[in-house]
């Protein structure tokens, strides 16, 4: 079956740096695009970055040039670099993918916390 597992989450002063990893199995890695969401207490969960297939990147506008997200096919792993955190990044952190049919895949989360 499908799998996301997250890691890389903790807590950070802010303006500090975390890397988030998220491994996927079940899946032909390559060909999915990939996204990170978070969310915040009492907020909706949003969408924080996306890469694509073919290495296409897009970010909210709250994270860019401080996110970067990246792939890496043969370690069916998507990282996402968090740069100059903010306390407004505090969120549990979900890598998503979409599978065929309409799935739709989670992970379990992983949880940073940026203090001030």
């Known amino acids: 079956q499908v799998q996301l597992v997250e890691s890389g989450g903790g807590l950070v002063q802010a303006g500090g740096s975390l890397r988030l990893s998220c491994v996927a199995s079940?899946?032909?890695?390559?060909?999915?695009?990939m996204d990170w969401y978070r969310q915040a207490p009492g907020k909706q969960r949003e969408l924080v970055a996306r890469i694509t297939s073919g290495g296409s990147t897009d970010y909210a506008n709250s994270v860019k040039g401080r996110f970067t997200i990246s792939r890496d096919n043969a370690q069916n792993t998507v990282y996402l670099q968090m740069n100059s955190l903010k306390p407004e990044d505090t969120a549990v952190y979900y890598c998503?993918?979409?599978?065929?049919?309409?799935?739709?895949?989670w992970g379990q989360g992983t949880q940073v916390t940026v203090s001030s």
């Open positions: 079940g899946i032909i890695f390559r060909i999915n695009d």
């Open positions: 998503n993918t979409d599978g065929v049919f309409g799935a739709v895949y």
